[in-house]
């Protein structure tokens, strides 16, 4: 983090969100997030990575269902005097839709809210890593 100190960081890990009504009918996909979640935590802190705090958020809302929450304007306005680094939690590659809501519209919200600083984490992509462990798991399920 070039020289910056963690607990001056909050952790935003901020995920797609999900209409309510999808988890309340059986998805499992908040469980796995937040179980992501204290994993990630858990890794950050053996790695002497002690953000001020971490928070999870959701973000992609539309319609008008009952979603998921927080959402990550919500938190924003939550978290402040801090520099925030968000991370995209449910995404594992990058793309337009994300990177418009988290590098623009969001960071216009993080501005006039007035964080210090306010970070933005890349998705896996396309790293050789990210590939490999594509690779390992499509050949345990054949």
């Not at 958020?57 to 520099?83: D, F, H, I």
């Not at 501005?111 to 896996?124: A, D, S």
Request: proline share 4%; aromatic share 10%.
């Amino acid at each position: 983090m070039n020289g910056d100190d963690y607990r001056d960081f909050d952790v935003i890990f901020s995920a797609h969100g999900l209409p309510k009504k999808i988890v309340k009918a059986g998805d499992v996909y908040e469980k796995h997030i937040t179980k992501h979640i204290a994993i990630l935590n858990k890794m950050l802190k053996q790695e002497g990575m002690d953000f001020h705090e971490t928070h999870l958020a959701y973000q992609s809302k539309v319609g008008p269902l009952e979603w998921l929450t927080p959402s990550l304007e919500e938190k924003l306005k939550v978290v402040r005097n801090r520099g925030i680094i968000v991370v995209p939690i449910a995404f594992t590659i990058d793309n337009s839709e994300t990177d418009f809501e988290l590098e623009v519209e969001y960071r216009e919200i993080a501005e006039n809210l007035g964080f210090r600083e306010y970070r933005v984490c890349r998705c896996p992509n396309d790293s050789e890593l990210f590939v490999d462990a594509l690779c390992e798991i499509y050949e345990k399920m054949k």
